[in-house]
Every structure is written in C-alpha cells, then in structure tokens.
C-alpha cells in the first residue's frame, strides 16, 4: 500500500495534514529526482505523489478526477483562439484555479495554456506569432531610417547584426566617425552622437580629471568615509552580497528565468535615493543583463521603485506568453 512509503520529513518543512484543493497531504514520501515529494489523499478517495512545487504553486489540486468534472458541455475543446486549437484539458491549474488546456498552433507546436488566457485573447499563438512581429519590426528598420539625421548622427545602412532582435545599423557622425547603433536606440533618442558631444562636455568641465583634480572630488571626506561611500559598489562587502543574491535566486533572471554569464544584481528600489537600503538582500534581485537593459531603457536610471519592478516584470512574462 502507498502508506507504506512514508518516510520521516526530515529537513523539509512537513506539510503533513495541509489541504491543496481536494488533495490532503498524508507525509513524507520519496523524492522525485532530487525534488521533495508527498503522498496526498484525494477527496474521491484515490492516492497521488506530488512533489512541494506542485502543491505550492496550485498546480495539482487533485488526483486527476477534476478534469473530467471540468471536461463540461461548455468546455473549449476544439475551439480556435487565434492560432491555437484547444485539444485537451489538463489537470494542471494556476494559483487561482484556472484550468491548462493542451493547445496545437498553426505552425504544428503544442503548447499548455490557461483557459482565462485563451478566453481574453492574452496568448494567441505558441509564440510564433511574437517572432514575427519581431521579425517584421527587424524589416521596417531597415527600411525607414537610411539617410535619415539623428541629432548629428545620419543613418548610412543596415548590418547582418541584430541586438536583442533590433537591427544594427552603421552610422555616420559630423565629427567624422562612423560607428554602428541600433536602429531601437536612434528612433528613442538614445543614441545622437559618436559619442563626441558627451566627451566635448566632459572635457570642457574638467571631469575627466582623475581623483582630487575632479570638480566632483569632496575634500570634506575622511579616508574611511570615502571608503564607504564612494567605493560601496566595488567594495568586499558588494560583491560578497552579489553572490549570495545570485545564489539565492539560483543563478537564474528572475524575470525570464534564463541562465546567463552576465548577471546583474539589481536593485528594486534605487541604489542612489535609498543608502539604507544599499545592502539589504530584500531589496535586489537577479537579473540578467538583457532584462537588466530593457528595465533601464524603460524606467531610466535612478528613483526607480519596487512598483516599476513589479510591472515590468508582468509586461515581459506577458509579452514571453504571446
């Protein structure tokens, strides 16, 4: 009998007793791969092996006898939505609830998706559909900005590079440089020069000098203020947090979820407007660096909040879903 298998919690938290829909968790059974696992009575009186995850995220709230209850006359089997073609429920679930349905898209990729997702037109395609608007967007660049003045900048043509699906283009400064931007950072505005206005600027303020011949260097700073301060980014301290951060969030973006060799411990609200916060580990986050960029390019940089964080983060799971 599965009640047989039970084994001591040990060093998981024991969730013995706890209700996940209609499944009751009996104990402690043994781990699927290297994940806790838990043997749980349904309320149809049937047994069932779910690992914590599935439990805490609502996946599995039943031994699989709820599906064929939600499998209704109004069920969307076989239904369109988009691209997808509702083939059949299953018994997976989202936090609130909502039923998985296994979907076929017209390019011939299966995919799950929530119901409420297909129902509101949030997820039309495998995402296929994403990649080629992209793709189309890829092409109107290289149509529309070939000659065209940005600042002191002048687009000369597009490039085989693409950066983050936007197209690379060679440009052409009135200083005489020629140099290669996207066409994303001409059309926002983030890119109006080679670089030779910023260096004129900085040249003309002295900024380029080095350490007490700088404008900005404060003189009323002991050494060990300027230790704390000025070098809290770079100092032992910084990058012993940055690792328990990437470690906590198993090397992994939050955000997309994807390993990356650039990672970016970052913080939810603004390194610069908040010193007590500086070092708290509740206040940053891994990410890696594409949605470390595309956070900035939206929200800017500086007085940046958690809200910002939390919306950025819905957009992009969002527009991943499509």
Known sequence: MLKNELIPPGRAKDI???????????????????????????????????????????????????????????????????????????????????????????????????????????????????????????????????????????????????NDANVVWRCRCDCGNEFETTAHNLLRGGTASCGCKKMKHIIALGLNNKGERNPAYNHNLSDEQRATTKFQRTSDRAKKL?????????????????????????????????ESKRFNPDNLVTLCGHCHKEFHNTYGYGKNTKEQFNEFTIIQKESCSM
């Open 242 to 274: 940055r690792q328990k951060i990437y470690k906590r969030d198993k090397f992994r973006c939050v955000v997309c979820g994807k390993e990356s060799r650039k990672l970016i411990a970052h913080h939810l609200e603004s390194f610069a407007d908040n």
């Open 16 to 162: 013995t007793g706890e209700r996940f829909g209609r499944l009751v968790v009996l104990g402690r059974t043994h781990n699927i791969g290297k994940d806790t696992a838990w043997l749980c009575e349904c309320d149809c009186g049937n047994y069932k092996v779910v690992r914590t995850s599935g439990l805490k995220s609502g996946d599995y709230v039943s031994c699989g006898c709820r599906r064929a209850e939600l499998n209704t006359p109004d069920d969307i089997k076989g239904q369109r939505f988009g691209r997808l073609v509702a083939l059949e429920i299953l018994d997976k679930r989202t936090k609130s609830g909502d039923a998985y349905w296994k979907c076929e898209c017209d390019c011939g990729n299966i995919t799950e998706v929530s119901k409420n997702r297909l129902s509101n037109g949030t997820t039309k395609s495998c995402g296929c559909l994403q990649r080629e608007l992209i793709s189309l967007r890829a092409k109107k660049q290289t149509k529309d900005i070939a000659g065209k003045r940005f600042g002191i900048v002048v687009a000369i043509s597009p490039t085989s590079k693409r």
